[in-house]
């Protein structure tokens, strides 16, 4: 990816979504935040994942977004910390004991041959119909899959059979930088 998020960048936005979900559970209001830094006023896609003893808790984003990437790294933590059909709300207690990830994302591109992603650089997106899934890049890493069954985890994410990938769905791919915090 080019034009990469600096570590300070980074940081920023970490703690950012922390105190995003904090001000939220504590008082119901999206936490206002505003900064001159160009690469956080860009446009574009992001997810913010919430685990517990390395356990998902929450993760949600957004796959492009018009808005600033700081409001839509503020909008995706509270959603992944409130909105996750998943998972009931989370906890100003478990919010203590959680990690947070940012994955932001690059703009998707439709792909024509399975044979271009690249497990582990690339995260998925497939759409059949009304149904869409995506799988952020880490995921194939952190489950150990190969490509074939990448596709078809992202299939059933979207709704779709295991094999939907080979019977006319659009595959997208993308890349992400992916960062979280240290505890």
Same mark, same amino acid.
């Given at each position: 990816?080019?034009?990469?998020?600096? *570590?300070?960048?980074?940081?920023?936005? $970490?703690?950012?979504?922390?105190?995003?979900? &904090?001000?939220? $559970?504590?008082?119901? *209001?999206?936490?206002?935040?505003?900064?001159?830094?160009?690469? $956080?006023?860009?446009?574009?896609?992001?997810?913010?994942?919430?685990k517990?003893? %390395? %356990?998902l808790?929450?993760?949600i984003?957004?796959?492009?977004?018009?808005r600033?990437?700081?409001?839509?790294?503020?909008? #995706?933590?509270?959603?992944?910390?409130?909105?996750?059909?998943?998972?009931?709300? /989370?906890?100003?207690? &478990?919010?203590?004991?959680?990690?947070?990830?940012?994955?932001?994302?690059?703009?998707?591109?439709?792909?024509?041959?399975?044979?271009?992603?690249?497990?582990?650089? %690339?995260? /998925?997106?497939?759409?059949?119909?009304?149904?869409?899934? $995506? /799988?952020?890049?880490q995921? #194939?890493?952190? &489950?150990?899959?190969?490509?074939?069954?990448? /596709?078809?985890?992202?299939?059933l994410?979207?709704?779709?059979?295991?094999d #939907?990938?080979?019977?006319?769905?659009?595959? &997208?791919?993308?890349?992400?930088?992916?960062?979280?915090?240290?505890?």
């Amino acid at each position: 990816m080019e034009d990469q998020l600096t *570590k300070e960048e980074q940081k920023i936005l $970490l703690k950012l979504a922390r105190e995003a979900i &904090e001000e939220f $559970l504590k008082n119901g *209001k999206r936490k206002k935040f505003e900064t001159k830094k160009p690469r $956080l006023n860009r446009s574009g896609g992001a997810f913010v994942t919430i685990k517990i003893n %390395h %356990h998902l808790r929450g993760c949600i984003g957004y796959i492009t977004s018009p808005r600033p990437l700081y409001e839509t790294i503020i909008d #995706a933590a509270i959603s992944a910390a409130v909105n996750d059909p998943r998972f009931p709300p /989370l906890t100003l207690a &478990e919010l203590e004991q959680a990690k947070l990830e940012i994955s932001v994302l690059t703009p998707p591109q439709r792909i024509e041959d399975i044979n271009e992603i690249e497990v582990g650089k %690339h995260g /998925l997106i497939i759409t059949k119909g009304l149904n869409k899934g $995506l /799988l952020l890049p880490q995921v #194939a890493i952190e &489950e150990g899959w190969d490509r074939d069954t990448f /596709l078809q985890y992202t299939c059933l994410k979207a709704g779709l059979p295991p094999d #939907a990938w080979k019977q006319g769905a659009t595959i &997208e791919v993308f890349s992400a930088q992916v960062f979280g915090e240290e505890k």
